[in-house]
């Protein structure tokens, strides 16, 4: 063990490793703060720049993006509405708010402090409980996925808020566009109308910045008054301590829920930041501001985005399986440098695994920094008037919807949607929930006929081991506070109006 | 006020409208179920499920919108509206028609510049929406929007060609390159 950290050691320390991190890290702020560029594209972009570098370099390098991106989305969600990633989304639901009313500088501090804690506390567990992690990933199935699926599915109660039906129409439409594409079994067409755009489904990216960023920017145009909502956001000062540990509880629960749905590959940071959003609501004794700029709402949301950053990397260093996209384009740069990740890794190499362990825990630390520089500067795009802010992000969305796939089809994808936001946002639908729905829609259909088709038709399977069955008593519990406290609500709503009356 | 029930009970109308079309008209002709699929397993079954909770959904939005026209009439308020749709009501805003108008004139822009993309490239498309919208925002410094209008796209354009390796539709100015 000593051997193998001192020769981690000799291999980690060198110049060019400590700043190749730090390039990293700053690059996936940068994209992962563009609209339309995710993480996946950063670390694709500099993949090539790692063929000729040492094995451990191009490596951390790649992690460096990975985690930069990862919180570089929730800048453009708090300040402008637009996520540069699915996960920072949940982050706009809060964030943006908080910047409306001024508060940007302190939304993001918050998610900043939220997202370093998170990524330290994924890290730790990435070193310690890699095999234990892993083991437990091992045994999710179909089964285990649908049922913790349909328990995430419960987040749409909370974020719709008092508007539950409308929650649960725009949660459904979410779900029913997210069927567009190919049938996964029998590979037959499902609303495709005989457009082949069609055929591969629609896109995360030009949906989430059509039905969000989009629709604010339409509505710009419909007031008298187009005066910044943000004044001043640099004025105002940031987050003092003990706001961060009033927020502690759910920044940790956040971290930890991460850490779990990270491990387990295939579900990614979406969900974990949704789920993490939900408990914190649940759990707060502020659940009534969630959603109107709730800085407990960004900080689990951050928390739950970022906590799965060291954990995807368990299944893929211990098991080597790809835990997400990303985590596969990191996969494939050890296996140019000729490694193979997996059980034999950890006997073969365990001096490059231990030196990755020192950059990723040196990029926690990167991140602190580069974000909190990163703030100072990007802030100030509050202070630029919204007249001349909101069409330079309209040309910014459509870059980034083009850049997907090179092809103007995500941009008519992106407008559609964006008019769709407009509709959902004059009529007071929440959006929030056709995300969810529109995310969670394929995990959820997939595992649901995947069950079955193990089962052959049985309904049995979902109630096969203790992990559905806790997943199914949770969703439960969470439906029966939720229809407590939507009660309870309405009691104190008819008491208020009959003390009018 | 009383219209603004009304719309309420309205969208659930056509929720249930658009979940009946589904049912009977967008599942059968949009998806392909091949024979002998079992019913649990066949493509259309989940977008079924899907589209019969669109139709409780629209179902309880007309319910809830009905009970609180009816609470109205007998004249107590109502919750249901919350913040962000009273406020679109205020005095700051345009009246609905004008509103309305306005937001559909930059829908028709975008759209416009969707379809011209192909022709003209998207950097100068990208620089007429801009002077467009800023100046329809009602900004007339020219000395700003000129600069931004044209370096902006630019810049983007270099951005994503040579540092991103993402091509970008050049429209009749592929030719010039």
Known sequence: ?501 | MNKWYNREFLLGVFIIFFAFAGVIFFIPFGIVVPDNSPQALAPNFWPLIVMYLVGFSGAAISAHGLADFLNLRDGASSSIFSNSSISNLNSDNFSFFEAMGRATIVIIAFFVFYLIIPFIGIVLSSSIMLVFLIYFGGDCRWQIILPIAFLLPLFLYLFFVHVANVPMPLGFFEAFQ
Not at chain 1, 85 to 106: I, K, N, V, W, Y
Not at chain 1, 128 to 153: D, M, N
Not at chain 1, 219 to 242: E, I, M, Q
């Open chain 1, 1 to 501: 063990m000593i051997e193998n950290l001192t020769a981690a050691f000799f291999l980690f320390f060198s110049f060019q490793n400590i700043f190749i991190i730090f390039v990293g890290v700053f690059i996936g702020v940068i994209v992962g703060a563009i609209p339309g560029m995710t993480t996946v594209m950063g670390v694709a972009l500099v993949l090539p720049f790692t063929f000729t570098m040492e094995p451990v370099t191009g490596i951390l390098l790649l992690l460096g993006v990975y985690k930069g991106g990862l919180y570089g989305g929730s800048i453009t969600a708090i300040l402008l509405k637009a996520p540069g990633t699915p996960a920072a989304s949940c982050t706009a639901l809060d964030g943006f708010p908080m910047a409306q009313r001024g508060e940007a500088r302190r939304a993001l501090d918050m998610a900043l402090y939220a997202s370093c804690f998170a990524d330290f506390v994924s890290n730790l567990s990435l070193i310690f409980l890699t095999t234990f992690l892993a083991a437990f990933a091992l045994r999710f199935g179909p089964p285990e996925f649908f049922t913790l699926i349909v328990f995430s599915l419960t987040i749409i109660a909370g974020v719709s808020g008092d508007r539950l039906a409308k929650g649960i129409f725009s949660a459904s439409l979410g779900l029913l566009l997210a069927t567009v594409g190919l049938d996964i079994i029998y590979g037959t067409e499902r609303f495709i109308f005989g457009n082949y755009e069609l055929m591969s489904g629609l896109n995360f990216i030009p949906v989430l910045i059509g039905l969000f960023a989009l629709p604010e920017i339409f509505n710009h145009y419909t007031k008298k008054n187009r005066t910044n909502a943000v004044v001043n956001a640099l004025d105002n000062v940031g987050v003092k301590f003990s706001e961060f540990c009033s927020c502690f509880k759910s920044i940790l629960r956040g971290s930890l829920i991460g850490v779990v749905l990270g491990a387990i590959p295939g579900i990614g940071a979406a969900p974990s930041a949704f789920l993490s959003y939900s408990e914190a609501r649940r759990n707060s004794k502020n659940r009534d501001n969630f959603g109107k700029g709730e800085i407990e709402g960004v900080a689990a949301a951050e928390a739950g985005n970022n906590g799965v950053a060291g954990s995807t990397m368990i299944p893929l260093l211990a098991l080597g399986v790809p835990g997400d996209v990303t985590t596969a384009v990191i996969l494939g740069a050890f296996m140019i440098h000729g490694l193979r990740p997996g059980p034999l890794m950890f006997v073969e190499n365990l001096d490059l695994i231990y030196a990755i362990f020192i950059g990723i825990m040196l990029s926690s630390l990167y991140l602190f920094v580069i974000g909190k520089a990163s703030i100072r500067m990007i802030s100030r795009i509050s202070d630029v008037s919204n007249n001349l802010l909101y069409p330079i992000v309209l040309v910014l969305c459509v870059f980034g919807a083009f850049a997907i796939n090179n092809n103007l089809f995500d941009v008519l994808v992106m407008i559609v949607m964006s008019i769709l936001g407009f509709a959902f946002l004059r009529l007071d639908i929440p959006a929030a929930p056709f995300l969810i729905g529109f995310i969670l829609g394929p995990l959820l259909e997939d595992n649901f006929r995947q069950s079955l088709l193990l089962s052959e038709g049985s309904y049995e399977i979902f109630f096969r081991n203790s992990i559905c069955l806790v997943f199914w008593c949770l969703t439960i519990l969470a439906l029966v506070f939720l229809i407590r406290s939507n009660v309870r609500g309405n009691k104190v709503i008819n008491s208020e109006e009959k003390g009018k009356n």
